[in-house]
């Protein structure tokens, strides 16, 4: 029983095998066809006010907005006592004055509510040894998680509205 107790606690946590857990860089791919860019037929100026305008209309509040870096967050309350935030970071690139590439990465924290409750007793010496509690409680939210969202649907809906309004913006002038 000591020899099986021995071995979970020299193992690293979640990993129930034994085996040394694999580290998070040995996942990353480097593949052409990530999805986290895109080409758009617009100048890098016109491609990232796009961005900034796609994060406006979906509740974004946009932090910093510049000609090729656009940067903003949103908000959620999912649960009463879990929050999350989205927050992306676009930069446009490109040297050509018709089409520039799009890098888009968002990011997703977890939140929780943390509860903390703070006690202390009150002796009377006159009286005798009287302890009456006083107490008092905090919330603070504490980050639980945080990772870049994988490339996928979110992304291709996030890059099908800078399309639209790159289009809308190209046929109104």
Do not use: W
């Not at 890098?103 to 302890?131: M, N, P």
Request: hydrophobic residues 40%; proline residues 4%.
């Amino acid at each position: 029983m000591a020899a099986l107790l021995g071995g979970c606690a020299a193992t690293k946590p979640g990993n129930l095998l034994g085996r040394p857990a694999e580290p998070v860089y040995t996942r990353e791919t480097f593949q052409a066809d990530e999805k986290h860019s895109r080409l758009v037929d617009a100048p890098v100026a016109e491609a990232c006010e796009a961005a900034r305008r796609a994060l406006l209309s979906q509740g974004y509040v946009v932090s910093r907005a510049e000609t090729r870096l656009v940067q903003g967050a949103k908000r959620f309350q999912p649960e009463g006592e879990v929050h999350v935030e989205i927050s992306f970071h676009i930069v446009c690139a490109g040297e050509g004055e018709r089409t520039a590439t799009m890098f888009v990465s968002a990011q997703q924290d977890r939140y929780v509510l943390k509860k903390t409750s703070t006690a202390a007793s009150v002796g009377v010496s006159a009286i005798g040894s009287i302890s009456v509690p006083v107490g008092s409680s905090e919330d603070s939210l504490v980050k639980v998680a945080s990772e870049t969202i994988p490339a996928g649907v979110f992304y291709d809906r996030f890059f099908a509205l800078v399309q639209q309004l790159l289009k809308v913006k190209s046929e109104g002038g």
